[in-house]
T-cell receptor, first 113, second 113 residues
Framework: QKEVEQNSGPLSVPEGAIASLNCTYSDRGSQSFFWYRQYSGKSPELIMFIYSNGDKEDGRFTAQLNKASQYVSLLIRDSQPSDSATYLC?????????????FGTGTKLQVIP | GAGVSQSPSNKVTEKGKDVELRCDPI?????LYWYRQRLGQGLEFLIYFQGNSAPDKSGLPSDRFSAERTGESVSTLTIQRTQQEDSAVYLC???????????FGPGTRLTVL
């Protein structure tokens, strides 16, 4: 089982809709959860992080964390064509004696005008 | 500059040559990661440095790859006897600690002819 899993997509949503991106993780001890956005040809950039169960909102973005289900999601409201990118979930894991942040493979989002 | 910097931005080399890639992390960041990203693919973890601890080398794909870090500053990734499959963007990221937000550099695009 991969430490961090995401559906690769592409996920296509019409402009103005809500995009829902999902991520599951294997380490029950994980405490830090991150969502990054990567535009084609660019480096990943942080959208938001979440540490506690529940929802965390920042503008059009909402991160949702459910530690019992080992599940973290990112909702993008009023999706815009400029949101089209690959979204990477990252989770801190304890692996091989190291506490570090591990990335999923990313979900490609396409917002259709 | 307050961000992570990498050099060179582009490197073209011939098969069999050695290359050295450099990463300057954000000042004060104890953790440093190297990733490889092939065209259209996700981030592939290579190596992780955390303070003065022994690095996590579990992602290095072969013994042709090595990396060093001087204290909590500059890191170099060395690829010996380059192969065409080494062609990729090599990304460096630093964070304040092993479980904190990672900040990415712009990457080095390596092309092996």
């Amino acid at each position: 089982q991969k430490e961090v899993e995401q559906n690769s997509g592409p996920l296509s949503v019409p402009e103005g809709a809500i995009a829902s991106l999902n991520c599951t993780y294997s380490d029950r001890g994980s405490q830090s959860f991150f969502w990054y956005r990567q535009y084609s040809g660019k480096s990943p950039e942080l959208i938001m992080f979440i540490y506690s169960n529940g929802d965390k909102e920042d503008g059009r973005f909402t991160a949702q964390l459910n530690k019992a289900s080992q599940y973290v999601s990112l909702l993008i409201r009023d999706s815009q064509p400029s949101d089209s990118a690959t979204y990477l979930c990252a989770v801190n894991v304890y692996s091989g004696g190291y506490q570090k942040v591990t990335f999923g493979t990313g979900t490609k989002l396409q917002v259709i005008p | 500059g307050a961000g992570v910097s990498q050099s060179p931005s582009n490197k073209v080399t011939e098969k069999g040559k050695d290359v050295e890639l450099r990463c300057d992390p954000i000042s004060g960041h104890t953790a440093l990661y190297w990733y490889r990203q092939r065209l259209g693919q996700g981030l592939e973890f290579l190596i992780y440095f955390q303070g003065n601890s022994a690095p996590d080398k579990s992602g290095l794909p072969s013994d042709r790859f090595s990396a060093e870090r001087t204290g909590e500053s500059v890191s170099t990734l060395t690829i010996q006897r380059t192969q065409q499959e080494d062609s990729a963007v090599y990304l460096c990221a630093s964070s304040a600690g092993g479980t904190d937000t990672q900040y990415f550099g712009p990457g080095t695009r390596l092309t092996v002819l």
